[in-house]
């Protein structure tokens, strides 16, 4: 749905974008994770056409940013940090008025009403926009970016300024909306990356570092791939036998932590993971498992293990080694 290819965006000698790719496949939601200026409005700004690129090519549904402006505009709704909101105007006329600006085909005031209804704001439609609360401003800035049924949505910064209530609710909302759109959610807040998005793009310095699902990243950045688990029965027993599994490199007991409970470290080879054959075993041992996690990193060491100088330097060394390596 959305390819966005060899991106560069400069201002004079400042980089903002430096040759970024990426894609987005229909129906998918996608976190756009990095810290304050990485780059992540600007990409937004130039799939959405509002920004043009210094050099690269973005598509949306096939058709060109700069070569095909409306129809990729038809094809978007597009919310940004700061909602483009009329606070004069009640709810109903500024939705009115998006509405002829879009020049949406949609019949008008069915078509209205049913996004008022999917993100609530009913309650609010005859109200001054001024008066809403922050939440409720939100809310009427994703109305905004719905109008005609777009097909893409992105969002920047959605729950920024909100309290823990309002937050979920929009996060709520966005989820519903993914059944139906294909989201590009950007934010630097990680709890609402990892509640909404099935994978991540996380970009630093206009540098893209890290693209994939949450556990596929916290699992390849991690030095160690170990599952602790907390097992009855037998110590010795429980040790010899997570021995004998294939794929189980070693077993560390940490004692007793509960009565016939024992806590176990049992590491597996790279690019295996244990956790079905453990749940077999034991199982077929008569062993009950009471817990059991893995020792990946969260996805908050994750985002400051990507967004760290030594890393940004390592990956930029690697890449211009590679590139030394095709050219010669």
């Known amino acids: 749905m959305i390819e966005v290819k060899n991106l560069s965006k400069r201002y004079g000698q400042n980089v903002a974008l430096n040759n970024i790719s990426f894609s987005v496949d ?7 994770l990095g810290p304050n200026g990485a780059g992540k409005s600007t990409t937004m700004n130039i799939i959405t056409g509002y920004l043009s690129a210094s050099s690269g090519v973005v598509t949306v549904g096939g058709y060109n940013t700069l070569d095909n402006p409306n129809e990729v505009k038809r094809l978007i709704g597009y919310m940004p ?4 909101l009329y606070p004069d105007m009640t709810v109903r006329e500024y939705l009115n008025f998006m509405y002829e600006l879009k020049k949406v085909t949609l019949p008008r005031e069915k078509h209205i009403r049913e996004i008022c209804t999917l993100v609530r704001i009913n309650d609010v439609y005859n109200r001054l926009i001024a008066n809403l609360s922050k939440g409720y401003k939100q809310r009427v800035g994703i109305a905004q970016a719905l109008l005609g049924n777009p097909p893409v949505l992105i969002l920047d910064e959605p729950t920024v300024g909100l309290d823990p209530k309002q937050i979920i609710e929009i996060r709520n909302l966005i989820k519903g909306l993914g059944k139906k759109h294909t989201i590009i959610l950007s934010s630097h807040i990680l709890p609402e990356i990892q509640a909404v998005c099935e994978r991540i793009i996380v970009i630093n310095k206009g540098n893209l570092v890290a693209d994939g699902t949450p556990d596929s990243l916290a699992h390849n950045l991690s030095t160690e791939h170990k599952v602790i688990v907390r097992m009855a029965g037998d110590e010795k027993e429980i040790k010899a036998g997570l021995k004998t599994l294939k794929n189980v490199v070693s077993v560390e007991s940490f004692g007793e932590k509960e009565p016939g409970v024992y806590e176990l470290s049992v590491e597996a080879r790279e690019g295996t993971d244990l956790r079905r054959d453990l749940f077999h075993f034991a199982a077929k041992k008569d062993w ?11 996805l908050e060491d994750v985002f400051l293990r990507l967004t760290s100088a030594s890393y940004l330097r390592d990956n930029a060394a690697l890449q211009g080694a590679m590139k030394g390596g095709e050219s010669a």
């Open 26 to 32: 229909e129906g998918t939601v996608v976190g756009f």
């Open 81 to 84: 940090e700061i909602p483009p």
């Open 288 to 298: 009950p498992i009471l817990a059991m996690r893995n020792t990946d990193l969260s």
